[in-house]
């Protein structure tokens, strides 16, 4: 959808020049994802140095001598810093963020150390791997991911994360969560599930932008409370995506469909929006099985 508005915006018409943008935007997200992660594993490190540092002091205290090791003895950050697929992934997409910014670590680092969250970890007597994990779990939530200024540098360095941040973040959440013991295996998830699942990126793209004009005439009579020239662009992008999907894509389950792109009005377009797309698909819909025009394929696709 950004895509397609962006040609829309750019007056361009090179279909393969915007695809490759689309696929290398889709890249980033993993290379988001690995940003992130990552900053989990430089925080550690640089907790660790610092004790190193404050204990090789000439005048050191004996708590600087003998410090508490808790936080960067971590179970979550170990297994972040040990692990194979995580360091591959590093390697290949060539994430060196945080050598090259290391002050976002260095202010991250404060702000945890500056939290209850931090304060009552480091005072707990007990160690567990649960309580390992809560913790890194309630940091990385309220305050790596809440941090406007780790946002801030995000979005200057690649405007498209600016709406892959949730995705991203919910999905580190999501994995270390199901982490049970220091031996379980952490992978890093491809990008596409399969070959179909990339293919269906482009074709979608693709068939959505050849047939623009076909499309929007199947809507363009089925707005009478609407003036045409004022529907939002976003708005008629996201049915012609959608009147795509309904027929050219005889896999997709019609509910799937509309529920997906009442979200995306929702969050990218008006407050009425989703209203206004929900009616036009509805009645859509209606006439398109009546005179068979929508041919889904297998079981509960209707």
Same mark, same amino acid.
């Given at each position: 959808m950004q895509t397609i508005y962006a040609m829309h915006q750019n007056g361009s018409d090179s279909l393969e020049k915007e695809e490759k943008f689309l696929l290398f935007s889709i890249e980033n997200i993993q290379d988001l994802?690995?940003?992130?992660?990552?900053?989990?594993?430089?925080?550690?490190?640089? %907790?660790? /140095?610092?004790?190193?540092?404050?204990?090789? $002091?000439?005048?050191? !205290?004996?708590?600087e001598r003998n410090p508490n090791k808790k936080f960067v003895n971590n179970a979550i950050f170990k297994i972040l810093a040990e692990n194979n697929s995580l360091s591959i992934a590093l390697e290949d997409r060539k994430i060196n963020n945080w050598s090259l910014n290391d002050d976002y670590i260095l202010l991250l680092l404060a702000a945890i150390k500056e939290s209850d969250l931090y304060k009552k970890y480091m005072s707990s007597k007990t160690t567990s791997f649960l309580e390992d994990k809560e913790f890194v779990l309630a940091v990385f939530t309220d305050v790596i991911a809440t941090n406007d200024k780790l946002y801030d540098y995000l979005e200057d360095n690649k405007l498209t994360w600016v709406d892959d941040i949730p995705l991203v973040n919910t999905q580190i959440i999501k994995q270390l969560g199901a982490l049970k013991s220091p031996n379980d295996s952490f992978k890093v998830p491809k990008l596409y599930k399969d070959t179909e699942d990339k293919e269906f990126v482009t074709?979608?793209?693709? $068939? !959505? /932008?050849?047939? %623009? /004009?076909?499309?929007?005439?199947?809507?363009?009579? $089925? !707005?009478?409370?609407?003036?045409?020239?004022?529907?939002? %662009?976003?708005? !008629?992008?996201?049915? $012609?995506m959608a009147i795509c999907e309904l027929l050219k894509f005889p896999s997709i389950p019609i509910k799937v469909t509309i529920n997906e792109y009442l979200e995306v009005a929702k969050e990218y377009s008006t407050p009425k929006s989703s209203i206004f797309i929900n009616g036009i698909l509805d009645n859509l819909v209606k006439e398109f099985q009546a005179s068979n025009k929508i041919q889904k394929t297998g079981r509960g696709l209707m």
């Open positions: 994802y690995l940003v992130m992660l990552s900053s989990l594993i430089e925080i550690a490190k640089k %907790e660790l /140095v610092f004790l190193e540092k404050s204990s090789e $002091k000439h005048l050191a !205290t004996a708590e074709n979608l793209f693709r $068939k !959505t /932008v050849l047939n %623009e /004009v076909a499309l929007a005439n199947e809507y363009i009579d $089925k !707005t009478p409370n609407w003036d045409i020239e004022r529907i939002a %662009e976003i708005d !008629t992008i996201i049915l $012609k």
